[in-house]
Structures are given as structure tokens and as C-alpha cells.
């Protein structure tokens, strides 16, 4: 079983959708990050967050320790939101353990 | 700032060939690293480097060398390539906050 579980694994909504993407982790951590992979392959940090609640502009990052999962939310979803969204953890000296990722398709 | 930047962008190598691929980040960052990227895994860590001098295995290093002799270079040498090392490769560096800045990729074919 793999440390990091994201769900689901793809997703096809219609632009102006709420979009939910989870994250599940196994293993203690320190701080949670999500990061966007464009269809270029190009990879940027979304987020890092380590308890609660961040927000930037259509984006929310959730997570919760005691119950070792995290949410990506997308609020009025619009076709440029489709990449891929990737969440890894930090366990110890910097290491990064990253989950499968989530292909998300916005449609017009 | 250029930020993180790799060369080459692409690269096909036949089985047996050696390479290094290149990784310059300008942001005086000291913790560097390298993963590899394949279709239904996540990016899995290859070696890391936490400053000029330091560098440490990750996940899979196997086939794999680094060295770390500035705090700005950090390349990654495939001393025989093999078909199982075809992949996307990503460098990275770590900023303040723990922000991850990632380079644009490298995609190699060995045949």
C-alpha cells in the first residue's frame, strides 16, 4: 500500500463545478504540500500547509493531522484548471513522498 | 531569477551510454534533489542534497550518481543507461517555508 492515497484518481467535471480532491497518508508528517503539473509537465507548488485551513483565490487546502488527510478544493472550476494535482508529504530532513496524483478535466 | 532550469529537455540514449543531466537553481537554496517521474507512480526521489558537499541516496538511486560541489549545480549521472531508466526527471529545490521549486523536466528514452 502506498503512504500517500490520492482520490480519485481522475475526475471530469463542467466548468463552474465545486471540485474535491483528497488525500490520504499513512505515516507521521510534518507539512502536507500540493502542487499542480500542467499538460506542459511543468510542476509548481500550490500550497504547503501543516494544520488547517489555506485559501488562494479559487483554491482551498485543507488537512487534518489526527485523521491524516488533506482535500484540494476548486471553486467555480474553469478549463484552465485541468492539470494534474499531486499531493506529497514531508516526512523528515525534507523528504517528499508523493501520491499518484489526480488528472482533473474541466469541459466548457 | 531563472529559478530551477535543466538541460537537456530531451534526450535519447542507447543501453550502455552514460549521460549527466544538468540542474542550476539561482536562489542560493541549500536542500536540492532529484526524482524521477513514471506513468501511474508518483514522482519517486532519486538523490538529495541538503548543501555543497552533502548529497545522499533516496528511494531508488541504483544506476545513479550526484555530486554537490556548489551550492548552485547539482547534476545527476547515469553511468550505464538502461531501458528501465527511461522517465521524466525532475529537479528541485527547497526555499523558504519549505516551498518546492521544480525544474521544467527531462524526458529521456533509452533504447
Known amino acids: 500500500k502506498n503512504e500517500v492515497e490520492q482520490s480519485p484518481q481522475n475526475l471530469t467535471a463542467q466548468e463552474g463545478e465545486f471540485i474535491t480532491i483528497n488525500c490520504s497518508y499513512s505515516v507521521g508528517i510534518s507539512a502536507l504540500h500540493w502542487l499542480q503539473q500542467h499538460p506542459g509537465g511543468g510542476i509548481v507548488s500550490l500550497f504547503m500547509l501543516s494544520s488547517g485551513k489555506k485559501k488562494h483565490g479559487r483554491l482551498i487546502a485543507t488537512i487534518n493531522i489526527q485523521e491524516k488527510h488533506s482535500s484540494l478544493h476548486i471553486t467555480a472550476s474553469h478549463p484552465r484548471d485541468s492539470a494534474v494535482y499531486i499531493c506529497?508529504?514531508?516526512?523528515?530532513?525534507?523528504?517528499?513522498?508523493f501520491g499518484q496524483g489526480t488528472r482533473l478535466t474541466i469541459n466548457p | 531569477n531563472a529559478g530551477v532550469t535543466q538541460t537537456p529537455k530531451f534526450q535519447v540514449l542507447k543501453t550502455g551510454q552514460s549521460m549527466t543531466l544538468q540542474c542550476a537553481q539561482d536562489m542560493n537554496h541549500e536542500y536540492m534533489s532529484w526524482y524521477r517521474q513514471d506513468p501511474g507512480m508518483g514522482l519517486r526521489l532519486i538523490h538529495y542534497?541538503?548543501?555543497?558537499?552533502?548529497?545522499d541516496q533516496g528511494e531508488v538511486p541504483n544506476g545513479y550518481n550526484v555530486s554537490r560541489s556548489t551550492t548552485e549545480d547539482f547534476p545527476l549521472r547515469l553511468l550505464s543507461a538502461a531501458p528501465s531508466q527511461t522517465s521524466v526527471y525532475f529537479c528541485?529545490?527547497?526555499?523558504?517555508?519549505?516551498?518546492?521549486?521544480f525544474g521544467p523536466g527531462t524526458r529521456l528514452l533509452v533504447l
Open positions: 506529497a508529504v514531508i516526512r523528515g530532513a525534507q523528504k517528499l513522498v
Open positions: 542534497s541538503v548543501g555543497a558537499g552533502i548529497t
Open positions: 528541485a529545490s527547497t526555499g523558504d517555508y519549505e516551498t518546492q521549486y
